[in-house]
C-alpha cells in the first residue's frame, strides 16, 4: 500500500461514527454484547469530539439515548454494563440483586455519557452510588468490579478499576457540600498508596505492585491519582505527580520511550530497495530455539534506522512491543497530565496514525492494515486532538471527554458547591 496524504478525513470519520451509532455494530461486536455502556461511550463520545454530536442526532434521538442510559441504573445505585441482566425492578428482591449488579467502569462511563449528552445528572441515584462505592474497595486500597452474593468484592483490582472508582467520586462527588459531606467516602488514602505501589523498577506502572509496567495501566494509575489530588483539599500532592521528584522523571523517560517506529503488520516497507530490508521482519534464530552453539554470524543484519524508516512513528505499551493507536492515546494522555507533552515527537506520530491506521472508510484500525474498531477510532482521534489536530475539540486526559462536557459537570450547581 503507498502512503495516503496525511490528512484528517474528518467527513469519513463522521460518517464512521454514524454508522456504528445508527444501524448495526459488525458481528464481531457480539461478543462484547455486555459491554455496551462501553460502546455507546466511544460512540457518542466520538460524534462530539468530532463536534457534530448536535447537529447529526436530532434532539428526540439524545434523549432516547439518556432513557436507555437510566434504564441501566440499579436501584441501589450504579448502573449495569448492558440490559441483559435486568429482569425488572419489581422483581428486583435482596436475595436476587447480585445477578444484576452495578458494575464500577460502567458507572464512570454512564455518567460520562449523560454528561456528554447535555443531561444534568438530577436522576442519578448520587447518594446511593456514594454509598456503593466504598463497599467495592478491597483491604489493599483497589477496587472490584462488582458486589456478588453475600456482598462479596468480585473481579477487578487491578488499576483500570482503581482509575474508574476515583473518577465516578469525583464526578459525583464534585467540590463537596452539604448532601456528599455525611456520605461514608471511599479510603483515599489506601487508593492512592495501591496505585504508588503499582509503580515498577523502570519508571512505567504495572497492573499490581511488581508487575511490568504497562502504558494503559500507567494511564489508569496517573488518572486515578489525577482524580484525587483534583478534589484533595489539603492533602500533598504525590510523588509521581510532581515534578524533579524521582517517580515523576522516571515515568516521563518510560513514557517517551515508548515511541517507536517498529510499527509491524504486514505491509512492505517503505524502502523496499536499501539493503537488508526484508531480513528486519524475519524473527532471529536464536529467539525460536535457543542454543548456546548459535553462530553470532548467523543473526539476522538489522539494518540502522534511515530518514525514510523514521517517517512513521507511533507508541507502544511495553517494551519491545510493536506500535498500536490505542497506545499513542495512552501515553499522549499520561503525558499530557503530567505536563509533559512536548517531548514526544508529535509529527511522526502524527504521520503514524493518519498514514498507517487511519482507515479508508473512517475510524481508526489497531495496526497498519486493520480494519477500524470504535476504541482505536476513538483513542486515535483523541491523540491526534491532543496534538491540536484541526477539526477535533480538546480533551480532558484523564476523563477523556471533550471540555464542553467537562464545563458541563463543573456548572452544575452541586458540583461547585463546596469550591
Ligand atoms: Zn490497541
Redesign the pocket.
Known amino acids: 500500500m503507498t502512503d495516503v496524504a496525511a490528512t484528517f478525513t474528518k467527513e469519513r470519520h463522521i460518517k464512521y461514527f454514524l454508522r456504528c451509532l445508527k444501524t448495526f455494530l459488525p458481528s464481531l461486536y457480539t461478543s462484547n454484547d455486555s459491554n455496551r455502556m462501553l460502546l455507546a461511550f466511544f460512540t457518542v463520545a466520538g460524534l462530539d469530539l468530532l463536534g457534530v454530536l448536535l447537529s447529526k442526532t436530532t434532539p428526540e434521538e439524545r434523549q432516547g439515548y439518556i432513557e436507555w442510559i437510566y434504564h441501566c441504573q440499579i436501584p441501589t445505585g450504579g448502573f449495569r454494563a448492558f440490559t441483559g441482566t435486568d429482569f425488572g425492578a419489581e422483581n428486583r428482591t435482596t436475595e436476587n440483586e447480585a445477578w444484576d449488579p452495578a458494575n464500577v467502569p460502567s458507572t464512570f462511563f454512564a455518567l460520562e455519557l449523560l454528561l456528554i449528552l447535555g443531561d444534568d445528572l438530577s436522576r442519578v441515584k448520587r447518594t446511593e452510588c456514594l454509598q456503593w462505592l466504598p463497599q467495592m474497595q478491597r483491604s489493599n486500597g483497589s477496587f472490584g468490579e462488582v458486589l456478588g452474593p453475600g456482598g462479596k468484592i468480585e473481579g477487578g483490582g487491578d488499576l483500570r478499576f482503581c482509575c474508574f472508582a476515583a473518577g465516578t467520586r469525583y464526578i459525583l462527588r464534585g467540590n463537596g457540600g452539604k448532601d456528599v459531606d455525611d456520605i461514608k467516602d471511599i479510603n483515599v488514602d489506601k487508593l492512592a498508596a495501591f496505585v504508588q505501589a503499582c509503580q515498577a523498577y523502570d519508571g512505567g506502572m504495572g497492573e499490581g505492585p511488581f508487575c511490568e509496567a504497562h502504558s494503559g495501566h500507567t494511564y489508569c494509575a496517573m488518572g486515578a491519582l489525577s482524580f484525587l489530588n483534583r478534589l484533595a483539599k489539603d492533602q500533598k500532592t504525590p510523588s509521581v505527580l510532581s515534578p524533579g521528584a524521582r517517580e515523576f522523571e522516571s515515568l516521563v523517560c518510560w513514557l517517551v520511550s515508548r515511541q517507536t517506529a517498529e510499527l509491524g503488520g504486514t505491509e512492505d516497507s517503505d524502502d523496499e530497495n536499501s539493503p537488508g530490508a526484508d531480513e528486519v521482519h524475519r524473527l532471529p534464530k536464536a529467539a525460536e530455539e535457543p542454543s548456546s552453539d548459535e553462530e553470532p554470524d548467523n543473526l539476522p543484519i538489522i539494518p540502522p534506522p534511515t530518514g525514510a524508516s523514521l517517517r512513521y512513528a507511533g507508541f507502544n505499551g511495553r517494551c519491545n512491543k510493536y506500535a498500536?493507536?490505542?497506545?499513542s492515546f495512552w501515553n499522549l494522555a499520561t503525558l499530557d497530565m503530567m505536563d509533559r507533552l512536548d517531548l514526544v515527537d508529535a509529527t511522526r506520530n502524527r504521520q503514524y496514525l493518519l498514514g498507517k491506521t487511519q482507515h479508508i472508510i473512517g475510524g481508526f484500525g489497531?495496526g497498519v492494515g486493520e480494519p477500524p474498531d470504535l476504541?482505536?477510532s476513538y483513542f486515535g482521534m483523541v491523540a491526534l486532538a491532543f496534538q491540536g489536530e484541526e477539526g477535533l475539540s480538546s480533551v480532558d486526559p484523564a476523563l477523556c471527554i471533550s471540555h464542553r462536557a467537562v464545563q458541563h459537570l463543573q456548572s452544575l450547581p452541586w458540583w461547585k458547591e463546596g469550591a
Not at 324 to 327: A, K, L, M, P, R
Open positions: 498500536d493507536t490505542c497506545y489497531k476504541l482505536h
